[in-house]
């Protein structure tokens, strides 16, 4: 018990983003960009931006999933050690936003990940963003003090139901 | 008796423990000074020690093109050597755990050893961004080396030893005389330091803008926990052998002027951190061979000379 209690506590105090643009437009990747300057200090909270997926905790992603970039997000996903977490950042990730039913779109990102948490907007504030990463905290923390270092049981089964591989 | 003072010695203090949380501690410090000079709060004073305890507790990846071997044991290998280098170091006057006469040249030996082993991390993790870091780190540890190595030389001919204790007991003999040797030497080691421990502006082998992690791109969990806590104590390393070689505190206040030397040199050492931004890698070389050599192989004629 005690264990997980460390475990818990260290997971949710250094979280490590890994941000990825599925094909968005940029104003997101820009809003993501604008939540690390010092203005917001997320490094308050351990969060810090990695770049390799190998490093990363979360992945942020941001834009509609084109059916070019599927593989490359998957591939990404995958790099990641677990446990994993996604948040989905902008309209576009939720469900696809202006490009929705376009040729060459999938749709959001939870057509292809299970997805943590959605944060909406178009683009979100910098604010929405950090409160979204802070629910994965939250989420990460009630995981780690069930399982312990066991990874996570949801997203192995893939937790949610409209993913597809 | 004394084999339990032995062990006691090597694991808790001055061995093991005191260097790795010394590092960690250092990481923070670090951290915390960049943060207020960019006007943020920063991280709360525990956060380096719960990254490493997160990091044990991922998954552990070894990625198909990687050398099996050489990806589980190189972390290993790289905290050991780093962690032996500081069994060299005398914290203040708390002498160290092995000294003996020449023991500068084994500690820098085992700090190139921790440089080749950052190669070798690189080279055999599978990665070709693991290669181009790896690549990079050889190419700038050509760089500052010799500088380095002559900074610290300048210092053992102005006290006459090789021995780092009797050194730090002789830096501030002859003082007025000195000085000038001194600054020269020091400026000079600070600046490759930084080299060495892959720091703004030198951290080219790991810019995460342009090649992701460098050396360490494909490594997870508890190996990548071994690589920064190897990472930490060669910073404790570093930073404790400038303190002990060239501030005047160590000799006379014992461990608590080690540990205010150790801060000044970091806080130095930041403030160039948060000050620059990062040399191309071609850049890092031009800088050390054209300016920062001439620059310390002058104060080591001017050491012959004012020592007569
Ligand atoms: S949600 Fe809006 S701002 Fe973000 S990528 Fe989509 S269109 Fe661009």
New interface residues.
């Given amino acids: 018990m005690m264990l997980e209690k460390?475990?818990a506590?260290?997971?949710k105090?250094?979280p490590w983003v890994c941000h990825f643009n599925s094909g968005g437009c940029n104003a997101c990747d820009i809003e993501v960009m604008a939540t690390l300057t010092?203005?917001f200090?997320v490094?308050?909270f351990?969060i810090q931006?990695?770049?390799?997926p190998?490093?990363a905790?979360i992945l942020v992603c941001t834009g509609p999933v084109t059916k070019q970039i599927r593989e490359r997000l998957l591939r990404v996903y995958h790099?990641m050690?677990?446990?994993k977490y996604i948040a989905a950042v902008g309209s576009c990730a939720l469900s696809g936003g202006v490009f929705y039913d376009c040729y060459n779109v999938l749709g959001g990102i939870d057509r292809v990940l299970p997805v943590d948490v959605y944060v909406p907007g178009c683009p979100p504030r910098p604010d929405a963003i950090i409160a979204g990463i802070v629910k994965v905290l939250q989420k990460m923390e009630a995981d780690?003090l069930e399982l312990?270092?066991q990874?996570r049981a949801s997203a192995a089964e893939g937790g949610n139901s409209r993913v597809s591989h | 008796m004394a084999i339990i003072d032995d062990l006691f010695k090597i694991l808790v203090f001055p061995g093991f423990l005191f260097v790795v949380n010394l590092g960690l501690f250092l990481e923070w410090l670090d951290r915390k000074i960049y943060a207020r000079l960019q006007n943020r709060v920063g991280p709360p004073w525990y956060q380096p020690w719960l990254d490493i305890l997160k990091l044990l507790s991922k998954e552990d990846v070894i990625p198909e093109g990687a050398s099996r071997f050489m990806f589980t044991w190189l972390p290993v290998f790289y905290l050991a050597v780093t962690v032996t280098a500081s069994l060299c170091i005398p914290v203040g006057t708390y002498a160290a755990i092995y000294s003996f006469p020449g023991d500068l040249i084994v500690v820098l030996f085992l700090l190139t050893l921790a440089t080749i082993i950052l190669f070798l991390l690189g080279w055999y993790s599978g990665s070709p961004f693991g290669r181009v870091g790896a690549v990079r780190a050889v190419t700038q540890f050509l760089a500052y080396e010799v500088p380095l190595v002559a900074a610290l030389l300048t210092q053992a001919l102005l006290a006459d030893s090789w021995s780092i204790s009797l050194v730090m007991a002789r830096t501030t003999v002859g003082f007025p005389r000195f000085v000038v040797v001194h600054l020269t030497a020091l400026a000079v080691a600070l600046i490759s330091l930084q080299g060495k421990l892959l720091r703004v502006p030198f951290d080219a082998p790991e810019a995460e803008t342009e090649i992701v992690a460098g050396p360490f791109t494909e490594y997870t969990g508890r190996r990548l926990a071994f690589i920064r806590l190897a990472e930490r104590t060669e910073m404790a390393v570093g930073v404790g052998l400038v303190s002990d070689l060239f501030l005047p505190f160590p000799a006379r206040l014992g461990v608590l002027g080690f540990v205010i030397s150790a801060i000044l040199v970091t806080f130095v050492l930041s403030v160039l951190r948060a000050s620059v931004a990062r040399f191309r890698i071609e850049d890092t070389t031009v800088l050390a061979w054209k300016y920062i050599l001439p620059f310390s192989a002058l104060g080591m004629v001017l050491a012959i000379i004012v020592r007569g």
Wanted: net charge positive; charged share 30%.
């Fill in positions: 460390i475990i506590l260290s997971r105090s250094s010092p203005r200090d490094e308050r351990g931006l990695k770049g390799s190998r490093h905790d790099q050690p677990t446990p780690a312990g270092d990874g």
